[in-house]
């Protein structure tokens, strides 16, 4: 995975700028409002300059909150049950307006086991059972359990139609019976026809209720293993991140989680078709007599070809499969990645990569379609050499058929048809099922991240801070990934099982990282004593004996390579352990940091130094390998890229809390303290303008005041802000500093706040940052300056600077120089996404896997311009080039197409099909098919 889905991915994860809880042994997506009633936030809202922001119950947060589906499941009748008749209403509405609405179902009944908080819950309860064991955990098991019961029962009807099915052989036989009998009475005749006829109407409604609650059994595992695997990648290690590319947890979202939930609908097939050919073969027995083993002898020679057709079906769909990962993350690189891929010119080049996964995924589709084609033809064909094979012995022992025998004979061998034509469907289905279901049980028994803990802080009676202790911490994603294992003396070295290989793998890995941290060791011991060279310590050399340099050694001294992998000789080559600095692999050593409430800290350094994986690793996205870390609190997190949704800037801030509970002076006041307000008045539709997929119709400044006004909204015990100032104009960048970063967030004494200057509630904010001119404030607690992954510098600004030759004052002096040679310009929203000016000092950079080097994390504290009120006209943007961006962001582009599908859709799925060529030819098809099953019948 590329860094930049590495960073998209863990800003998704990370609640997409959201909030956490940092207490022992919980974590929390998001934070759910205070119920304290004192808490209700009163902030402007008689100010008739609020830009109707009191309007909270807007259209848009009532189509968010859960529909009210009145309809009480318990006041349905059995009749209304069986007959579909609780659908009834909808249906008439449809049929009285243009288009159905997702408000308008609401007329239909939902009962609570269909309620997805209840399928999920019920799914994760088991599956935390099965987890106990990963070695046996089955994601098969664990449905079966949480939806298995319901399931089980309505197989009952299913049986019921089963048996229902043969009333139409045996009556048919008895009827000419009847008619050949002229004594045989009225009523008799009557009773068949009645039999007859009640059987038709059990068929019907027995089988489309067992159809409706199979598709909602269906409907319930896919939603379960969709949320099952959703709320798992948010949990994903930073390691796992790197192996799980984003186009794979979609498939398996969409693909996986579609077939496995398809799977539910043929279940019951199986023992039904069996179940059917049974009867079928002992009414014939009683039609034919021993005629009728013809039949089951061809069905016995067919089942081993079908088995052999069945595996390389299997085999073929996880190669399927597997290529279809590969273009899905493409595809997704590409869309996220379009602006880069734009400007460098690359678009013919990805064409191309894409358009050869595609071909490599349609050779694989053509080769399973072709596998499934000749197990579809070789199950028709069974079906017509049953009947032909038992009429065939039967004539040949010298029986005569008489009508009565040959129709019913028929007609059970009608009743044939269906099971044996679905069989190749039910095996197609469970085929991809089962390896979706394999796909889906390594995902969520992928390794999770460490939860956050807060224990050290509770003994000392600190109820919300962080600290750090001697951490030093590595990135996951920088574990090379699981190769196969070769030697270099011997190719037929001893095969591993993947379990084996997988702990070497990992015995490995943390070899590297010991020699990493013994090698750093030594080189601080060097400094500490001035010495200018040392010599390999014992227990450096001693874990290289023992292990070699480049895997593990077998006790013949043969070295086995992990990570390795061949040179254009066919030798296996690796990296030397020996010739990694630590700095490649431990990203922060020798951490020593610690905040509490009401402390406001500010972290600086060059590119690279580490300031981002400092703010990550209170995030628990990055791996302490020693010391301690302590988190306490609910945490909110501003990243470098802010996360924004495409829906309206008001839930972009609520971060799609439910209505009811909107709390509108808490939103007013996130708005106003974020600068917000002047945008809002610009945006045709107010704060309910719906911003573009990923904010692309808002500047890099507005973006970055959405999300803080999204922090500012969710109330947090630490804030832990990744330069969240780089991206504004200067005068706005005053503006949040003060109103919102100092009064709000650090002191809470904004007017309208929860609790004045209550000390009590009081946050932490720990604020990255290269904008020197804040490190001055009072408020700031202290700076700590980061070089090279370590804390280089710690103490408050005026001690900094006045330390002779410190790095903090190098550091100044560079920014100093900077906005000296940049004076002529000014702060520019428009530009702050874009604008690279990170060219110098990029030889300090220490560029990591895993992290974001972006160039807003650099210096700049964007220069100082004038006021708002005095600001060049010029530089203002044109009220017409306002609402022609604007208007693309309203709901008026996104309305639906109302009548018939028109002509020009089908004409060009066709076209894309093969055109009139490929049409007469499948018609040609239908038609032999139909010819030929007439023929056959006839």
């Not at 799977?263 to 009867?279: D, E, G, R």
């Not at 081993?304 to 899905?328: A, F, G, S």
């Not at 085929?431 to 796909?439: F, I, K, P």
């Amino acid at each position: 995975m590329s860094t930049g889905d590495m960073r998209t991915d863990m800003g998704m994860r990370i609640g997409l700028d959201n909030l956490k809880s940092g207490s022992e042994n919980e974590t929390t997506p998001l934070l759910k409002g205070n119920s304290d009633p004192s808490s209700s936030y009163k902030y402007n809202s008689n100010d008739p300059d609020n830009l109707g922001l009191n309007n909270a119950k807007t259209l848009q947060q009532q189509n968010a909150q859960p529909l009210p589906f009145t309809v009480e499941t318990s006041k349905i009748s059995l009749f209304a049950t069986l007959t579909f008749q609780w659908f009834a209403p909808l249906l008439h509405l449809g049929n009285s307006k243009e288009q159905l609405n997702p408000e308008d179902l609401q007329t239909l009944p939902l009962p609570p086991s269909c309620r997805t908080s209840h399928v999920s819950k019920l799914f994760e309860q088991y599956w935390s059972q099965e987890t106990h064991n990963a070695k046996t955990a089955s994601v098969a098991r664990c449905l079966a359990k949480a939806y298995g019961s319901d399931y089980l029962c309505v197989g009952v009807l299913k049986l019921i139609h089963d048996l229902s099915v043969f009333v139409g052989p045996i009556v048919l036989n008895q009827l000419i019976q009847f008619l050949r009998d002229a004594t045989a009475t009225l009523s008799t005749g009557l009773l068949l026809t009645l039999a007859v006829t009640i059987s038709q109407i059990i068929m019907c409604l027995c089988l489309r209720y067992f159809a409706f609650k199979c598709y909602l059994t269906a409907l319930r595992m896919r939603t379960a293993v969709v949320v099952a695997v959703y709320k798992k990648a948010l949990k994903l290690s930073s390691a796992e991140r790197q192996r799980r590319s984003t186009g794979q947890i979609v498939n398996l979202m969409t693909v996986d989680a579609q077939r496995i939930g398809d799977v539910a609908s043929y279940l019951h097939q199986i023992w039904s078709s069996a179940l059917t050919i049974i009867l079928s073969f002992y009414f014939l027995w009683m039609q034919l007599g021993p005629s009728c083993l013809g039949g089951v002898a061809v069905i016995v020679i067919a089942i081993p070809i079908n088995k052999i057709i069945v595996v390389h079906m299997t085999r073929l769909q996880k190669v399927l499969m597997k290529c279809r990962d590969e273009r899905v993350e493409v595809n997704s690189e590409v869309l996220n990645g379009i602006k880069v891929i734009k400007l460098q010119a690359w678009e013919e080049s990805y064409t191309k990569k894409i358009l050869h996964l595609r071909n490599t995924e349609l050779k694989q589709l053509s080769r399973y379609i072709i596998a499934n084609a000749i197990q579809t033809m070789a199950w028709t064909a069974v079906r017509l050499l049953v009947a032909l094979a038992s009429f065939a012995v039967y004539t040949m022992l010298g029986n005569t058929l008489d009508v009565a025998n040959a129709l019913t004979a028929l007609a059970l061998f009608d009743i044939l048809r269906y099971p044996l034509s679905k069989l190749p469907v039910m095996v197609n289905n469970l085929v991809e099922a089962a390896t979706s279901l394999d796909r889906v049980k390594i995902f969520l028994l992928s390794e999770d991240r460490i939860p956050l803990a807060g224990a050290g802080l509770e003994s000392k009676g600190i109820d919300a801070g962080v600290e750090i202790s001697n951490g030093t911490f590595v990135y996951e994603s920088m574990k090379p990934m699981m190769g196969g294992v070769h030697t270099k003396k011997d190719s037929n070295f001893f095969e591993m099982d993947q379990e084996l290989l997988k702990q070497v793998h990992d015995g490995y890995w943390e070899i590297k990282l010991l020699k990493a941290q013994l090698k750093d060791a030594e080189e601080r011991i060097v400094s500490l004593s001035g010495k200018e060279d040392y010599r390999a310590t014992p227990a450096s050399t001693s874990i290289s004996a023992h292990y070699g340099d480049n895997g593990l050694k077998d006790p013949n001294g043969t070295t086995t390579l992990v990570n390795g992998t061949k040179d254009e000789d066919g030798e296996a080559t690796t990296e030397t352990v020996e010739d990694v600095h630590p700095s490649e692999l431990l990203v922060l050593r020798r951490i020593d940091f610690s905040c509490g409430r009401g402390e406001l800290i500010a972290v600086v350094g060059l590119v690279g130094s580490g300031k981002t994986t400092f703010i990550n690793s209170m995030l628990g996205e990055v791996k302490a390998l020693s010391g301690t870390l302590a988190v306490k609190g609910r945490l909110a997190y501003f990243p470098q890229t802010p996360f924004i949704m495409n829906d309206t800037l008001q839930r972009n801030v609520t971060f799609a809390r439910q209505a009811e509970d909107f709390d509108q002076g808490r939103y007013d006041l996130a708005i106003s303290i974020c600068a917000l307000e002047h945008d809002i008045k610009h945006l045709s539709g107010g704060d309910q303008t719906e911003i573009g997929e990923k904010g692309i119709t808002l500047s890099g400044g507005q973006r970055a005041r959405v999300a803080m006004a999204r922090a500012v909204y969710h109330d947090a015990d630490i804030y832990l802000l990744d330069d969240p100032l780089a991206a504004v104009d200067v005068h706005v960048g005053k503006h949040v500093f003060q109103k919102c970063i100092v009064d709000e967030l650090l002191l809470r004494k904004t007017p309208g706040s929860m609790s004045g200057l209550d000390s009590e509630r009081k946050s932490s904010v720990i604020l990255v940052t290269n904008a020197i001119q804040y490190l001055s404030n009072s408020h700031v607690s202290k700076i700590v300056v980061l070089h090279g992954g370590s804390v280089a510098e710690v103490g408050t600004y005026n001690e900094l600077c006045s330390k002779p030759g410190s790095l903090f004052s190098s550091f100044v002096s560079i920014l100093d120089s900077e906005r000296s040679n940049g004076e002529t310009k000014g702060g520019n929203e428009e530009d702050s996404a874009t604008d690279d000016r990170s060219e110098q000092l990029t030889d300090q950079s220490m560029f990591i896997p895993g992290r974001s080097n972006s160039a807003q994390s650099y210096i700049y504290a964007e220069y100082d311009v004038e006021e708002e009120d005095d600001k060049d006209p010029s530089l203002a943007k044109p009220v017409d080039e306002f609402d022609s961006v604007t208007a693309l962001m309203t709901n008026e582009l996104q309305e639906r197409e109302k009548g018939l599908v028109d002509f020009g859709n089908y004409a060009a799925w066709f076209k894309a099909a093969g055109g009139i060529f490929v049409l007469i030819l499948v018609l040609i098809g239908l038609v032999i098919d139909r010819g030929a099953d007439v023929g056959s019948t006839w």
